[in-house]
Structure formats: C-alpha cells, structure tokens
C-alpha cells in the first residue's frame, strides 16, 4: 500500500543552522505531496505542497522538490529559528481516488531549535 | 479564514463510557476526517465523510462510530470506551477540489481523550 517514511527524531539544531528531514514515500501513480506543521498546543497547518514531479513547494523560507526518480520529498531551510520549533509531517494524498482521498502521514519528526 | 472547532480539549473518561467527540467547520467544506495522533505513529485516518450522511472507513475504524447530519459537523463516538482508546483525536476538513486531490487539510485544535 501506499506510506510515507520520514526521518525519526527527536532533531535538535542551533539557531541559524541548515536544516533538512528526509521524507520518501511509496505509492502507485501520482501522488501530490504535503509538508504539514505542528506547533506546540495547535492543531496541524499545511506549510508546503507540490502536486507533480519536480515541482517545488516553498513557504516561510522552507523548501521541497518533489523528486519521482528518488521519491523523495525532502524538507529544507536555510537558516532555522527558534520559532520553527514543531513537529513536522510529510504526507501524501493518494491518487486515483475521488476529491476525497486519503491523506496518508508519515509519523512526525520532532525538531527542536536552541537559542 | 478557515475554522475547525473540536468541542474538548481535554476529556477523562472510564473504561466503558459513550464518548462523543465533536466537531464543527464553518467554511462550507464537502469532505471532513477524524485521525488519531499517537506518538511514533503518525496521524492514522479513523473515518472520514465526504457527504451529509456518507461515511467511510479509514484505517483504523474498529472500535469507533461516526455521524454526519449536517454539513457542518461530523461527530466521531466511542461507543464503549477503553483503555488504549486514550489518545490525541483531530478533526479536519476539506473542500472537495479537482481530481487528483491537491486540496488542503484544515485541521481542528485536537480532544486529548484519556480513558482511566
């Protein structure tokens, strides 16, 4: 069936560092691609999305490139700050199904930033 | 902009108690879900509707109920609850766009379900 594997945290990193988490999926046809946000006591919010083979989602400085030779969709910032502190998702909505497809998540990376 | 209200934050409940977990969206959107957030594993789909009275099972529907009457509310019941029912439940909804779906979750603040 079709899944989405991301990298397991807990991820800690220093102000102003690079970040990435790796995201790779499975699934037959073509999915689109989300990166969802938790923050702290809130329920999830869409931060990225890219619905076909190298598209590139961007939003609050982070970045993916949907990469259907690798299935990947990894997540990137230049420079993090202490307020991207969160749980972050990669998921996918799967395809060939009706407008109400599932949405299928990965199990969260945690990513915590020091001062 | 988009709001999806879930009526508890925090609920304790004993073993064998009726829950009812509800939620209302005010944006008019054709498709909501119910997912259970546990750590390690994600969020995992429980049911979700994409029409006044349709219901579909997710993945991991045993144990649980839902109920759609009207657009704007979709219900999610433990009919009897346990133990490892305890868990972070989240509601979302979704306008129902083109095919394929590029539509966007909009999700509810999350019930923390604790059975004792």
């Known amino acids: 069936g079709n899944s989405v594997t991301q990298m397991e945290g807990p991820v800690t990193l220093s102000e102003e560092a690079f970040l990435t988490i790796n995201c790779t999926y499975t699934?037959?046809?073509?999915?689109?691609l989300f990166w969802y946000v938790q923050y702290p006591g809130e329920g999830l919010q869409l931060l990225l999305k890219?619905?076909?083979?190298?598209d590139k989602g961007s939003n609050k400085g982070f970045e993916a490139t949907y990469r259907k030779e690798t299935t990947s969709f990894h997540l990137e910032k230049g420079s993090v700050q202490v307020s991207d502190s969160a749980v972050y998702f990669c998921?996918?909505?799967?395809?060939?199904?009706?407008?109400?497809?599932?949405?299928?998540f990965g199990s969260g990376t945690r990513l915590s930033i020091r001062p | 902009d988009v709001k999806v209200t879930q009526s508890s934050r925090y609920l304790v409940k004993r073993t064998g108690e009726k829950v009812f977990l509800e939620c209302v969206q005010d944006?008019?959107?054709?498709?909501m879900f119910w997912y259970r957030q546990d750590p390690g594993l994600g969020l995992r789909l429980i049911y979700f509707?994409?029409?006044?009275?349709?219901?579909e099972k997710g993945d991991i529907p045993e144990g649980y109920s839902v109920s759609r009457e009207k657009k704007e509310r979709f219900s999610l019941i433990l009919e009897s609850a346990s133990t490892n029912q305890t868990s972070m439940y989240l509601c979302?909804?979704?306008?129902?766009?083109?095919?394929?779906?590029?539509?966007?979750?909009?999700f509810g603040e999350g019930s923390r379900l604790t059975v004792l």
């Open positions: 509707s994409y029409d006044v009275k349709m219901k």
């Open positions: 890219a619905t076909k083979a190298d």
């Open positions: 699934a037959t046809g073509y999915p689109s």
């Open positions: 979302a909804s979704s306008f129902r766009g083109p095919i394929p779906n590029t539509g966007e979750l909009f």
């Open positions: 944006m008019d959107h054709e498709n």
């Open positions: 998921a996918l909505s799967e395809p060939g199904y009706s407008s109400a497809s599932k949405i299928i």
